[in-house]
């Protein structure tokens, strides 16, 4: 029921290929409907909102006030949740907030910067927040409060002035969780829209849905298709592939502890990945001859038996060393080192979205409670990409002060490339400053 690999074979990097890749929808598809939904919202503002948000999500609101949701409207959710469910959020609150508050202390407090040069002129950087950040929240078939405290703390720590977040809310049903998880984050306004017609929204504004500068957050396959729609309009984080784990693991660990762990992983959807990478045959065998005794016991089980038997591996490699060549070729959201040494084979890890050090050390608590973001990313992405932080809410302004003396030397070496390029207005505008 799951694929069994081994470095060692001929046709292992074809069938590693194999397993990595995936099928989406007929993206072509796809596509049009999303262009024709952005295009719609572009035109006709709140009424296409309005008009698509009944339909898609089965709603029967008769005005864009019967989609939103106020500051009351949260509060009343969260006193609404039994003490020990607002425990928990404000725990996964305040470590979210401490740990964005530690990064941005990291980057220099996000202050601006500036040095002299030896000729006086002067060089550096202002820092600023972005204005306004739009999240997106899924909320019908996956409902996560966690995604809101891990998208809307860290734009908040990063100084952003408004943050504005849609969620579905299909057949009118509202999670009073995710309300709760948006009132601790401290969001401004909540709309009750989904979709491609939610991103659209806040890519280009309507009567009632202020437009943004960045959109962050996931969503099915009509959300990211209309993200990567509307990027150059608008900022987005990353377009998110379906969720992954890789295990590295040696004898140390408790073979159900692993496949517990990849069921945390597979229960999120069909297309979710979970892989197993040892050194040890024995451990391999025990995971594989354990796995469906395991599997039954799972309230999720149909969905996790799904994504471990498409997408699922247990790898066989030659040594730990190994290992991580074949960790750092897969590049993934998550990586488990459930070892007895992990933190002394960190620096093999070059590429993964977060790295969970230890056997003690679960995925779930990335997810919810550790404090880094859960928003990583997928899909291999993690060769070039970083996980969400403060970072993704600041923009950063070059600022160039020339002294007299200093203008004389750059200009004068600036011309002479100008030229070199065939532009000739630029040479002579540096050309005046030297002549003075």
């Given at each position: 029921?799951?694929s ?21 929808e007929?993206q072509?598809e796809?596509?049009?409907t ?5 295009r ?13 948000t009944?339909?898609f999500?089965h ?6 006030a ?19 469910v ?42 600023n ?82 437009r ?24 987005i ?20 502890w ?12 069909e ?13 391999l ?14 309230s999720?089980r ?6 471990i ?5 247990i ?36 590429h ?14 990335g ?26 809410f ?43």
């Open positions: 029921m799951i069994y690999l081994d470095t060692t074979a001929a046709d292992f990097s074809d069938e590693l290929n194999r397993l990595l890749a995936f099928a989406e007929d072509a796809v596509r049009g999303v262009l024709s939904i952005i719609d919202v572009r035109d006709r503002g709140d009424a296409a909102v309005l008009e698509l009944n339909r999500d709603q029967s609101a008769g005005s864009m019967d989609l939103t949701l106020d500051a009351a409207d949260l509060k009343a959710a969260y006193e609404s949740l039994d003490p020990l607002c425990d928990a959020l404000e725990e996964s609150a305040s470590r979210v907030r401490a740990y964005h508050e530690a990064q941005l202390r990291a980057m220099g407090e996000g202050e601006h910067w500036q040095y002299e040069d030896d000729y006086g002129n002067q060089l550096g950087q202002r820092v927040a972005m204005a306004r950040v739009g999240v997106y929240a899924p909320g019908g078939k996956a409902a996560y409060p966690s995604t809101i405290i891990m998208t809307v703390l860290p734009a908040r720590v990063a100084g952003v002035e408004e943050v504005v977040l849609c969620v579905p809310t299909p057949g009118g049903e509202i999670n009073p969780v995710l309300l709760a998880a948006a009132h601790l984050s401290g969001v401004d306004r909540v709309f009750s829209i989904g979709g491609a017609q939610a991103v659209a929204a806040m890519a280009y504004g309507t009567e009632s849905v202020p943004v500068d960045k959109i962050v957050g996931p969503g099915n396959i009509f959300v990211a298709t209309a993200k990567e729609l509307v990027f150059g309009d608008v900022g984080d990353m377009i998110a592939g379906p969720s992954e784990v890789v295990i590295v693991a040696d004898d140390s660990v408790d073979p159900d692993v496949i517990q762990d990849m069921f945390a992983q597979a229960e999120h959807d297309m979710a990945q979970a892989i197993v990478i040892s050194d040890s045959a024995k451990l065998e025990q995971i594989h001859s354990r796995l469906p005794d395991m599997l039954a016991k799972q999720r149909d969905i996790i038996e799904t994504a038997r498409d997408r699922g591996a790898i066989q490699v030659a040594d730990l060393d190994e290992a991580f060549d074949v960790v750092n070729r897969i590049a993934p959201e998550h990586l488990q080192l459930a070892m007895a040494d992990a933190p002394g084979y960190l620096e093999r890890v070059r993964a979205g977060a790295v969970f050090l230890g056997v003690d050390t679960t995925e779930v608590v997810d919810y409670t550790a404090g880094p973001s859960h928003v990583l990313p997928t899909s291999g992405t993690a060769r070039f990409a970083s996980p969400l932080g403060v970072y993704d600041q923009t950063r302004t070059s600022v160039i002060h020339c002294s007299r003396q200093g203008s004389i030397r750059l200009n004068r070496a600036a011309a002479i490339i100008a030229a070199e390029e065939g532009l000739d207005a630029h040479a002579e505008s540096a050309r005046f400053r030297v002549k003075g």
